[in-house]
């Protein structure tokens, strides 16, 4: 059957409720019916000015209600959205929106000062979209008319499962990349993971719309994490295509952890979107500076994807949540399903250590499939339902999405290795490898067991140029309490080889992450570089 998310939209739309929640923010509440109306209204507008199906559409705007009821618009429009990061600049701007041709841009109106600075660069964009504002600008267009004006009824026309939206990388290495998702492909790669666990997978509308009625109905799914990344954008989605609530946090220019429980408590949010320790260790802190504050009990599931989340972390979550399954999921912008962990309070696997997922194989670098139990290094893989690759750049795309064996992967760099019962672990992205005296060290592994000192924070882990190891294994830390240089490399030393201890360990009180907690190495390498006197 041809998926499309608009079809699907339509179907669960039309068989939901007025007591069947959409959207909350704080105080705000959308409920199904009228969400489906203001979606049908502006998809509608967006057609009446000017944008034709198969046209894009940046999102430049924080979590917010309207980030979810723009993308079902431009799903019902035929239109392919695009993730902006909220954090871009100028140049930055115009390179994500020129380069995804997009012709709408939304934007909140919190940007507006750096939408008129770009927008004559930008002559493609037929629309700006302002969403909130005292008064919208004379060359935009205001959201809320857009939603609440004209004609409620659904769309006609044919939509088709091929197609897309545009999800950009973050950019770590190099400029960031629209990864081409079409909608069949996104569905069948959730899918794959359902069929694994032998879970009912519909595969009519009207099976998927009995789905949304019985099960999807009832989720209120938090995103945590920016919506503009991968992990957020998904999750969100996916509880939106199948007829749940996507709640957003009322406090968006900071990640406010009592304002994460608060918003659980009032909502009963049953799952949410997390990127590793960099949220769950607040979270942890404040619940537990907090016993008995919030009732928990509706949160069944809390996902996590792309910075590791630490053993310790999630055994102190589930002593407040122990019927909480907490899954560490393995993914990137360019493919999902790597692998996944699942912890619960009767059990789980190491940091690090994941179930490897359906339709992987981790191969080396002339293509050989690793042997478990071998111990060699290699790259994990992603066969079957695999983006197109990435928008205008098929040299980058042939790199990347390669086939081996007959069979098409996604390989966006990430090395593990395969052990004897077909689980693998995670060593960290291949263009962060340091070398030293000839061992390879994965600052993942390094960063995992600083981690695990209870005076630390969080930890980035850097190569830097050194005479005798070639590169110097240097690690900044930030720290919660007392701890000495010496006393953390004794710790690293009593948990990893010897040769993986940092050389050396700088401190810091804010390592810099991003919203979505991915680290910026290069920052952390000149932070080092300075801090050590040596040229950048």
């Known amino acids: 059957m041809d998926w499309n998310f608009g079809d699907m939209l339509d179907a669960v739309g039309a068989a939901l409720g007025p007591d069947d929640l959409a959207l909350a923010h704080g105080d705000r509440r959308i409920y199904w019916p009228d969400f489906t109306a203001r979606t049908n209204r502006l998809a509608r507008a967006l057609l009446g000015l000017g944008a ?16 979810m009821e723009a993308m079902a618009a431009c799903f019902k429009a035929s239109l392919s959205p695009v993730n902006v990061n909220y954090r871009y600049l100028d140049d930055e701007l115009v390179y994500i929106i020129d380069n995804s041709d997009s012709t709408v841009v939304f934007f909140d109106a919190e940007f507006l000062a750096e939408v008129e600075r770009v927008r004559a660069r930008l002559p493609r964009v037929i629309a700006w979209v302002q969403i909130g504002g005292d008064t919208v600008a004379p060359f935009a267009h205001g959201y809320e008319a857009m939603t609440t004006e004209g004609d ?21 290495t190099g400029l960031p990349k629209g990864v081409m998702w079409t909608h069949n492909i996104w569905r069948e790669a959730g899918m794959e993971g359902v069929r694994k666990l032998g879970g009912p997978v519909p595969e009519t509308m009207d099976e998927h719309v009995q789905n949304a009625l019985t099960v999807g109905r009832f989720s209120r799914q938090l995103p945590a994490c920016p919506l503009m990344h991968g992990t957020g954008w998904f999750t969100a989605m996916g509880a939106m295509l199948n007829g749940g609530a996507v709640v957003t946090l009322s406090e968006k220019t900071r990640f406010s952890p009592e304002n994460l429980w608060d918003t659980v408590h009032a909502n009963g949010v049953t799952s949410m979107a997390i990127v590793g320790d960099a949220f769950a260790k607040p979270m942890l802190k404040t619940l ?7 009732n928990l009990s509706s949160v069944l599931a809390i996902v996590s994807s792309g910075v590791m989340w630490s053993a310790e972390v999630k055994q102190g979550l589930l002593k407040h949540m122990p019927q909480a399954a907490l899954n560490d999921s393995f993914g990137a912008s360019e493919a999902v399903g790597f692998g996944s962990s699942v912890t619960t309070a009767d059990g789980g696997t190491q940091t690090s250590k994941f179930e490897i997922g359906p339709s992987c194989k981790v191969f080396t670098e002339d293509d050989r499939e690793v042997v478990p139990g071998s111990g060699e290094p290699g790259f994990i893989a992603r066969g079957g339902a695999v983006p197109l690759g990435y928008y205008k750049d098929p040299e980058k795309t042939a790199r990347t999405y390669k086939t081996i064996n007959g069979m098409r992967y996604a390989i966006p760099g990430d090395w593990c290795t395969v052990e004897e019962d077909g689980t693998i672990t995670l060593l960290g992205r291949g263009s962060n490898c340091i070398n030293t005296a000839g061992e390879k060290v994965y600052p993942e592994e390094v960063e995992e067991a600083l981690k695990s000192h209870a005076a630390v924070t969080d930890a980035l882990v850097v190569g830097i140029p050194d005479d005798k190891w070639g590169q110097a294994v240097t690690a900044v830390v ?26 050396r360990i700088l401190f810091k009180d804010n390592l810099g992450r991003a919203p979505n907690g991915k680290a910026d190495y290069k920052s952390i390498k000149a932070f080092a570089l300075q801090e050590l006197g040596m040229p950048g």
């Open 52 to 67: 034709v199906r198969g046209d894009k559409a940046g999102f430049y705007m924080r979590n917010q209600p309207e980030y």
């Open 152 to 172: 409620p009824s659904p769309l006609k026309g044919e939509r088709s499962g091929d197609e897309m939206f545009l999800l950009y990388t973050g950019g770590t």
């Open 288 to 294: 537990e500076e907090n016993p008995g504050r919030w």
């Open 478 to 503: 930030s720290l919660n309490g007392a701890a000495t240089e010496d006393e953390l490399r004794a710790f690293v030393q009593s948990r990893i080889a010897r040769y993986k201890a940092p050389k």
